[in-house]
């Protein structure tokens, strides 16, 4: 069976490529010649049947959303309430980022339940297992660590993080460059402690060859890992980042010749003045490939409020070309998310992306915000309620202080500027 990858060179357009051209206001055409060239992925694995995710160049922002259970806090029904606020506002994706728990059971609940492009990181769960079993995660196998991948793709998971591109020499570097904060990718870490132990190189990178023919046999994208991201402000676009990303750059090309769809995955701490400088940077080095980002981070103070710090990033990293954006929750780096954490960072990130399609023009974007300017001209507050971000808080906050006149606001009432000027223009 020829993957997406390949029938795309071959120049034919499956209803898979239709059907996301359609969604997206694309030519089909162009959307193949895009997966052709590896600019662009449609994230499905084979068996698994949930609508087609485009995530590239051309395409709206996607959003993925993170959730999953640990050894502290493993509740199924807690992690079904939060895919159901996911499904509600509009997640494009989801990845379980279990380390405990039932972490089989949720990811079965996930594939086969809801209607969410669906990732995961297999490396964490043969952590858990060599744990389990051997008491040290740096007791892991090799084969341990291929078939965890397998294992996901081949229950149906549509994309996989794996964290290629730490090698030995990437660990000299980090030593050499005097970092505050080394490596903060957990998964990065797990082979980090494993290498050094062992005395081995990354299996991943060692054997790539195996990794891709997994993903080729279930048409699972590979989501490219960055062990090497920064963690703090500090730490942003050093060496240690950038080697790793030009090693990004030359996997990315043998799957591309193997036929293989991947996604680079991009920094987490950037001040605000590097982040469209991050951006380019990745997409010449990974020849234009979808890039995915965790916030970027603007600053690291901001503790609690990180949606926010997240989605300010994640608007700049959009708008200069990033396609996909992992959200963060006011929780990060303190907790697992509740349900009003997922919430308020799905709607956060969900604000960044549409204001990145603005930026990069995309047709169906504009539109909204036509339609919203043209609701406030009339003051139609059931259509204005009905474009926000989540209706409910509109409804609420109206509610609270509600206005003496239904088609007013309780801040400005009679003195509302619309109504003010639409009557002075009237006027003779």
């Known amino acids: ?30 959307l193949a010649m895009e ?29 993925n959303a993170n959730i999953g259970t640990s050894r502290d806090r493993d509740s199924l029904d807690e992690e079904t309430k939060k895919l159901d606020v996911l499904v509600k506002y509009g997640a494009d994706a989801v990845m379980d980022l279990s380390t405990g728990g039932r972490i089989k059971e949720l990811r079965r609940l996930i594939i086969e339940e809801y209607p969410f492009c669906f990732g995961t990181v297999p490396i964490y769960e043969a952590a858990v297992k060599a744990v389990e079993t051997h008491g040290m995660i740096k007791k892991m196998s090799v084969d341990d660590m291929f078939s965890a991948v397998e294992a996901h793709a081949r229950e149906g998971v549509d994309f996989v993080t794996v964290h290629v591109g730490i090698t030995r020499r990437a660990i000299e570097r980090l030593k050499l460059e005097g970092r505050v904060l080394d490596v903060v990718s957990r998964g990065g870490s797990f082979l980090l402690e494993w290498m050094i132990f062992n005395g081995q190189e990354n299996p991943f990178y060692e054997d790539y060859g195996r990794l891709l023919e997994i993903a080729k046999k279930h048409d699972l994208t590979l989501s490219l890992g960055d062990a090497m991201r920064p963690g703090c402000i500090e730490d942003a676009t050093d060496r240690a980042q950038l080697e790793e990303l030009l090693v990004l750059g030359e996997l990315r090309d043998a799957a591309l010749e193997a036929g293989v769809q991947v996604i680079i995955e991009g920094p987490g701490h950037v001040p605000l003045n590097q982040v469209e400088l991050n951006i380019k940077l990745q997409k010449e080095i990974c020849k234009g490939a979808p890039f995915y980002v965790l916030g970027p981070l603007v600053t690291d103070i901001g503790v609690g409020y990180d949606h926010i710090v ?27 998310p509740d349900i009003e954490d997922v919430k308020e960072g799905l709607i956060a990130s969900k604000i960044a992306a549409h204001a990145a399609d603005l930026a990069k023009g995309i047709p169906s974007s504009l539109e909204k915000d036509k339609k919203m300017a043209r609701m406030r001209k009339a003051l139609d507050w059931d259509g ?8 409910e808080k509109v409804i609420n906050y109206r509610a609270a202080v509600p206005p003496t006149e239904k088609n007013l606001c309780s801040m400005c009432g ?7 000027v639409e009557r002075a223009l009237k006027e003779k």
């Open 414 to 420: 009679e003195f509302c500027a619309i109504k003010t």
């Open 384 to 391: 204005m309620i009905s474009m926000s971000f989540n209706p």
């Open 35 to 63: 997966i052709a060239e590896g600019r662009t992925v449609i994230a499905r694995n084979s068996g698994h049947s949930i609508p087609p995710l485009g995530i590239g160049k051309g395409l709206k922002t996607k959003i």
């Open 310 to 336: 997240g989605a300010i990033g994640g608007a700049v990293a959009g708008a200069a070309g990033a396609d996909f954006l992992c959200y963060l929750t006011p929780s990060e780096h303190i907790r697992l």
């Open 1 to 30: 069976m020829k993957t997406r990858i390949e029938l795309a060179k071959a120049g034919i357009i499956t209803d898979e490529v239709r059907d996301v051209a359609l969604k997206e206001a694309v030519e089909p055409e162009q």
